[in-house]
Each structure stands twice: as C-alpha cells, then as structure tokens.
C-alpha cells in the first residue's frame, strides 16, 4: 500500500466509523507528521539553515523531485510543504494517471489561482512511472507557474525522468532514516496519546533498537511492526490494563508477537534500478580492493533480493582480466569454470560456485595492465589512425608484393637465440611505444623481468 492508499484508507474509514480523520487508519498513517517540527530525520536537507527549509519557510518553494527510498517522508515533506506555504494540494499516481488527468489538473489549477490566487502544488507519487508523453505534459505547466511540481521517485531521476522536466526541477536526494531516527519515530508512536498507542504497549530500549535496525531506514515499515505488536497484545490472554501493568516487551516478545515476519521481509533491490548499480558497483571494487568479507557481503545480497546468478557470473569473469589479468591468469579460468557451473547446477547450489570464485579473485594478487594496455592502444588507433605496416611484416602472397619489398629482411624467431629477433613490430611512428606495463605483482613480476629483457634498445626510435 503506497502513502496515497495509506491516505485514502484512513479516510474512508473515518467516514464509515465516524471517528476523527486524526483517528483513522494505520499506525504509520496516523503518526505522519503535520509539520516540520514533527518530521524526524532527513537533517541534510531540512536541518536549520537548509535551502529547503529557508525555501519552504519563505513560500518559494521550487519544483522538487524526491529521490529516496521507500518510507522516508516524500509523501509526508510534499503534503507539509502544501500546508506550510499555504497552496492548494493536487495529487496523483503516476501508476494510476495518464495525460488526461494532468491536464484536468492544470485546469484546476488555473482554476484556483484565478479565483484564489492561490499556487498549487502538483504531488506525483511514482513520477519516473510516467512515459515520455506523460512527462511532456507536465512541461507547460511547470515553465509557466501553473504548477509548482513535487514528484517523488525511488529511482534515481537522472535515468527514469527525461532531461527537460529534470532541467525545470530542483532534485532532493532522501536517505534512509537512521536508526536512531527510527528509534525516536517508534518511541513517539508508542506514547502519543491522539495519534499513536498512548501508552498501552510498553517496549524496552533494546526491543525499540531491534525494530529500528529491522526496519532498514523505513518509517512505514517500523511503525507498521510497531502495529503489529501491540495488535498482538491486544488479542492475547491479557487485557490492555493487566499488559501494561505487566511491564514492557522486551526483544523476544516482540519476535514472538511478529513471529520472524519483519526478518524476513524483501532485501530493497531494484533490478533495473539505482539500488542494481550501487550493489554491483560496490560488489565489484571489494573484490578490486582484495576485501573477500565485503564481496561475499554483497554477493548475498544481490543472491536474496533474487539478481540472476549468471549476471554477477559474468561479472566476475570481466573482473578476472579486468583487475587481476596475468598476474594471475587461472583467475579467468576459475571465473569461467563457476560461469559454467552456475549454468550447469542453478540455484541455490551454485551460491557455492559463486563464493569460491568471489573468494578466489578477492585474494589474488592484482593487475590491470592488460585492461589499460587494450584501452592505450585503441586510443592511440584512434588518434593516429590506419599506420602502415613495416614492410618486413606484411605477408607477399604474390610475386608482385614480393618484388615490391613485402616480407624482405623478416627474421624468424625460433631461429634466432631466445627466440627474439633483432627487428621491430609497430609502425615507425610509433617505435618505442608500450602498451603492455606489467605490474610487479603476482606472476606479472617476473612477466616484468622478462618483457625487459625482451624489449631491447633497438625498439626504441
């Protein structure tokens, strides 16, 4: 259920039982805060100071699009910031709205601001679900002050949102609650007497902190265990006086009260989004920085949130001849080795495969000579273009590319002592050029020694 769903339930519920909107619906519902000296967390953007909230205290609140997880005030900041500055408040679901629904928006709006001269806020839950067409028509609104556009996105804008409406907004990057703000979102849950429990369910400090760290930065989801507990303690043996009498909840009644539900909630992963490339990207350089802890980390998990076993296999076999190369060269052939056992047994056995091999290149010694060599000579390909082969290296198929000169003067190199000969290989231009810098690590030392030796003061110009 999405903050607008949270929203509406509360309020067809209200109407239905006739208790107060402020009465209504879920815990995390009703403890959404009303103002900015409600809302806990998010100091990098809303602390004393911040752009933002000079913004929102001024009433000059621009076009916003926040970014962040679920569950860490995008809803809660856009409904604050309409309060706060006094605007009308329109809101949609980018999954369930299309250009109609916009455009009977921005005739709303028009509407307002003529009878009121009142500005409205646009809310988009969901925005980078909107297609281009969609996000098109958002443009004229928002470059003519129709609307003032807050979207909020868990998916990092700069991929789902094209170039003009993200050049018309001002992106605000959310993070995860701390689990110290957790911790103060639960405690005020549990003792606000209108909104929250009121004191009927007492949890101890380390029960609050297991809940705040399970939560993994997600006000909903803490509140929503916190529900769920006191649900349970109104259900059991106990009436609600005799369990407050009783004491407070420690960490194991509350695991008993979820029975191990919030532990096994979904890791946040999105496939084909931000929390993807952060994995991965973090996955990858562990293992380029030798650390096999953070890579087995990271492995598990991408292997929980469900990522295809095949792609992080075929990871690991760039990495192989990315970072470690010839300094030890079975590290391809143990990254080949567990793409193909991957294929082979599937899941869950191949997370066996996938650990040895993550293990493997973690501790082997390191080397991205080749990677920068290949990358070297194409730039240089590039620069220079097509140079003419030396005339000593080109094949005479005919009697004519022989009397030309082709092939005269090549030397054969088993025939010669150490099995190099005395000549050169690359075009004039580009005579004592290397590309090929072996790293004194691993085999790739002595590859080093070795490469000296063969590279004599005759490839020099």
């Given at each position: 259920m999405d903050s607008n769903d949270l929203f509406d339930f509360a309020e067809k519920e209200s109407?239905?039982?006739?208790?107060?909107?402020?009465?209504?619906?879920?815990?995390?519902?009703?403890?959404?805060?009303?103002?900015?000296?409600?809302?806990?967390g998010q100091e990098r953007v809303?602390?004393?100071?911040?752009?933002?909230?000079?913004?929102?205290?001024?009433?000059?609140?621009?076009?916003?699009?926040?970014?962040?997880?679920?569950?860490?005030?995008?809803?809660?900041?856009?409904?604050?910031?309409?309060?706060?500055?006094?605007?009308?408040?329109?809101?949609?679901?980018?999954?369930?709205?299309?250009?109609?629904?916009?455009?009977?928006?921005?005739?709303?709006?028009?509407?307002?601001?003529?009878?009121?001269?009142?500005?409205?806020?646009?809310?988009?839950?969901e925005i980078h679900r909107f297609n281009k067409s969609q996000q098109d028509a958002l443009l004229p609104h928002v470059e003519d002050g129709t609307i003032t556009l807050i979207g909020a996105t868990t998916e990092n804008p700069s991929f789902e949102l094209n170039s003009a409406l993200l050049s018309r907004t001002r992106v605000v990057r959310l993070e995860r609650l701390s689990e110290e703000a957790l911790g103060r979102i639960i405690e005020r849950a549990l003792k606000d007497p209108e909104r929250g429990l009121g004191g009927f369910l007492r949890l101890s400090v380390e029960a609050i902190a297991w809940l705040a760290a399970g939560a993994e930065g997600d006000a909903r989801r803490a509140l929503t265990a916190v529900e769920n507990v006191s649900l349970y303690a109104a259900n059991g043996e106990e009436t609600p006086e005799s369990a407050a009498r009783a004491g407070e909840l420690g960490v194991e009644g509350v695991k008993k009260a979820l029975e191990s539900a919030l532990e096994r909630q979904p890791i946040p992963y999105d496939k084909g989004g931000e929390e993807h490339y952060?994995?991965?990207?973090?996955?990858?350089?562990?293992?380029?920085?030798?650390?096999?802890?953070?890579?087995?980390?990271?492995?598990?998990?991408?292997?929980?949130?469900?990522?295809?076993?095949?792609?992080?296999?075929?990871?690991?076999?760039?990495?192989?001849?990315?970072?470690?190369?010839?300094?030890?060269?079975?590290?391809l052939q143990v990254a080949i080795a567990v793409k193909e056992a991957v294929d082979f047994i599937g899941m869950p056995e191949a997370r066996i495969s996938l650990a040895q091999a993550v293990t493997y290149l973690a501790v082997a010694p390191k080397s991205n000579a080749s990677y920068v060599g290949i990358g070297d000579a194409i730039a240089e390909v590039r620069r220079t273009g097509a140079l003419p082969v030396p005339m000593h290296l080109r094949n005479a198929v005919t009697g004519l590319m022989r009397r030309e000169g082709y092939g005269e003067g090549y030397k054969y190199a088993h025939s010669e002592t150490g099995a190099r000969a005395k000549q050169t290989h690359l075009p004039e231009e580009?005579?004592?050029?290397?590309?090929?810098?072996?790293?004194?690590?691993?085999?790739?030392?002595?590859?080093?020694?070795?490469?000296?030796?063969?590279?004599?003061?005759?490839?020099?110009?």
């Open positions: 109407q239905t039982s006739g208790r107060e909107p402020g009465l209504a619906g879920p815990l995390a519902h009703r403890m959404r805060p009303l103002s900015l000296d409600e809302f806990i809303l602390g004393p100071g911040k752009p933002l909230r000079q913004w929102i205290s001024a009433d000059r609140v621009p076009s916003l699009i926040l970014w962040g997880p679920p569950g860490t005030g995008k809803t809660t900041l856009a409904r604050i910031i309409a309060n706060q500055t006094q605007s009308h408040f329109e809101s949609l679901s980018a999954v369930l709205s299309g250009v109609k629904d916009i455009k009977e928006a921005a005739a709303r709006a028009k509407e307002a601001r003529r009878m009121g001269r009142r500005r409205t806020i646009l809310f988009v839950d952060s994995v991965i990207s973090a996955f990858i350089k562990s293992l380029r920085d030798s650390d096999p802890h953070a890579g087995l980390y990271y492995l598990a998990r991408m292997l929980e949130a469900g990522e295809d076993p095949l792609f992080i296999a075929r990871r690991l076999v760039i990495l192989a001849s990315e970072d470690i190369g010839n300094a030890d060269p079975r590290a580009l005579l004592g050029r290397r590309f090929y810098e072996p790293k004194d690590s691993g085999l790739e030392r002595q590859l080093k020694e070795r490469l000296d030796r063969l590279n004599p003061d005759f490839e020099k110009k």
